[in-house]
């Protein structure tokens, strides 16, 4: 667990995002299991709109953020299993990033702290389970609680071993809400991204599209409303006549 892939794909001069400290200062050693005793590990999803909108789960271990795209988002329902590719890992401090990284660099584009909260592994062997390919855990989130699973899916190409599964446990916390769209907000400041973006100078149009859709006010009824209204104020006067 290293932050040199990190690092190599980003110009710290230019974007705003941490460069972490050593990893090394801060990880457990390889086999120390998880106790009561230890701080509680941080747990984020990053909602990032780049050249498409993804979500980005971290979980911390070792001194770093172990991390995975998750294309569509995370689902509540156990029924449906979201695709997460894992990527290099970031720095512990990359869990408090919110803020627009300037385009042209890696993942130029609008960053939103969408959930964050702590995480607790089924087995403390955190190590042994991401070798295995099955990593259960429980959120404790803002926006996602309860029994998780992570799955290895042992598939084709270049990057089979990096290509796994976001599963959701049924437990009182599963559901069929759609909780990428009815919850758009971030966790920390409470912005969309489109409001992300704007106060950081990005492209808010671009952002909002990871925004849900604006409702439209409702059309002025032009050959319609006008001539009822104009119907309706006749009739009013004709019947102030007569009483006349």
């Not at 607790?120 to 295995?132: A, T």
């Amino acid at each position: 667990m290293t932050l040199k892939r990190y690092r190599e794909k980003r110009h710290f001069e230019v974007t705003p995002e941490p460069s972490g400290p050593d990893p090394a200062s801060t990880r457990l050693s390889k086999s120390t299991p998880v106790t009561k005793k230890q701080p509680a590990l941080k747990y984020v999803i990053q909602k990032h709109r780049a050249s498409h909108l993804h979500y980005d789960f971290r979980l911390e271990w070792n001194g770093v953020l172990l991390s995975w795209a998750v294309p569509k988002g995370p689902s509540l329902d156990p029924a449906v299993k979201r695709l997460a590719m894992q990527v290099e890992d970031h720095p512990i401090d990359y869990a408090d990033f919110e803020g627009v990284i300037p385009e042209g660099e890696y993942g130029g584009g609008t960053v939103m702290v969408w959930d964050k909260g702590t995480w607790i592994p089924d087995d403390p062997d955190v190590d042994s389970s991401l070798r295995k390919g099955e990593l259960k855990f429980t959120l404790q989130g803002a926006k996602l609680k309860g029994s998780w699973v992570l799955v290895r899916t042992h598939g084709y190409g270049q990057r089979a071993d990096r290509s796994w599964l976001l599963i959701k446990h049924r437990d009182r916390y599963a559901g069929t809400e759609d909780i990428a769209t009815t919850q758009p907000r971030s966790a920390t400041s409470k912005r969309l991204l489109a409001e992300i973006a704007r106060a950081g100078g990005g492209d808010a149009e671009k952002a909002a599209t990871g925004d849900p859709p604006v409702a439209k006010a409702p059309a002025t009824a032009k050959g319609l409303g006008a001539p009822r209204t104009k119907r309706a104020a006749a009739a009013t006067r004709k019947a102030a006549q007569r009483r006349r």
